[in-house]
């Protein structure tokens, strides 16, 4: 079974940098589709950065230009360097991992606080 475990959220500035990271148990990391999404309150999960098990990325309008995601498959990692995030950015983010026939994996989530 997959476990994911996200960390690396805070409180921080608007204009200020985080970077969050995931690391990933389970042997079907390097094969699958992954991703950050995140979830402000009463709001739908969005996705922001995704990358396929090819290696291909893709990014929210919202967030590109100021959102890298970034994977290493040896050691099972996820990260989203975040910079110039602004108040909306304000979410739980969460780790995701898909591949076939598997299925979805989530994490718990970390708190991105970003205060005007």
């Known amino acids: 079974q997959v476990q994911l475990v996200e960390s690396g959220g805070g409180l921080v500035q608007a204009g200020g940098s985080l970077r969050l990271s995931c690391a990933a148990s389970?042997?079907?990391?390097?094969?699958?589709?992954v991703g950050w999404y995140r979830q402000a309150p009463g709001k739908q999960r969005e996705l922001v950065a995704t990358v396929s098990s090819s290696g291909r990325i893709t990014y929210s309008d919202s967030v590109k230009g100021r959102f890298t995601i970034s994977r290493d498959n040896a050691n099972k990692m996820l990260y989203l360097q975040m910079n110039s995030l602004k108040p909306e950015d304000t979410a739980v983010y969460h780790c995701?991992?898909?591949?076939?026939?598997?299925?979805?994996?989530w994490g718990q989530g970390t708190q991105v606080t970003v205060s005007s």
């Open positions: 389970g042997g079907i990391f390097g094969v699958a589709n």
């Open positions: 995701n991992v898909a591949a076939i026939p598997w299925g979805n994996y």
